[in-house]
């Protein structure tokens, strides 16, 4: 089993900045890529980034490119979104997930098998 904790959260001001982090615990050895999503109320869950298990490939959705950059830290076991010029629509509630069965980085939410429970960015106007 592999658990997720998100932490980083909060509520800003439109430009401030914020750096989630994700921890994983548990079979570590197992997970490749690790990823980003978030929904926001009456909205789908969408893909926000992803980095693949030795953090050397990355993707960022287009709405988030140039603000907000991934990345990992194998030896913390740890994955952050730093997330900058934050904007009201960056609202959401923000998941991390992990896969043991897929390589490279992937933008679907179905190939995760872990999920962290989530931290709630709210930026207001």
């Known amino acids: 089993q592999v658990q997720l904790i998100e932490s980083g959260g909060g509520l800003v001001q439109a430009g401030d900045s914020l750096r989630l982090s994700c921890a994983a615990s548990?079979?570590?050895?197992?997970?490749?890529?690790m990823s980003w999503f978030r929904q926001a109320p009456g909205k789908e869950r969408e893909f926000v980034a992803g980095?693949?298990?030795?953090?050397?490939?990355?993707s960022h959705a287009d709405s988030v490119k140039g603000r907000f950059t991934i990345s990992r830290d194998n030896a913390k076991n740890t994955m952050y979104l730093q997330m900058n010029s934050l904007k009201p629509e960056d609202t959401a509630g923000y998941y991390c997930a992990a896969s043991g069965r897929v390589g490279g980085v992937s933008t679907r939410s179905g190939d995760y098998e872990y999920w962290g429970q989530g931290t709630q960015v709210t930026v207001s106007s």
């Open positions: 980095v693949s298990r030795a953090g050397t490939i990355t």
């Open positions: 548990g079979r570590t050895r197992s997970i490749y890529p």
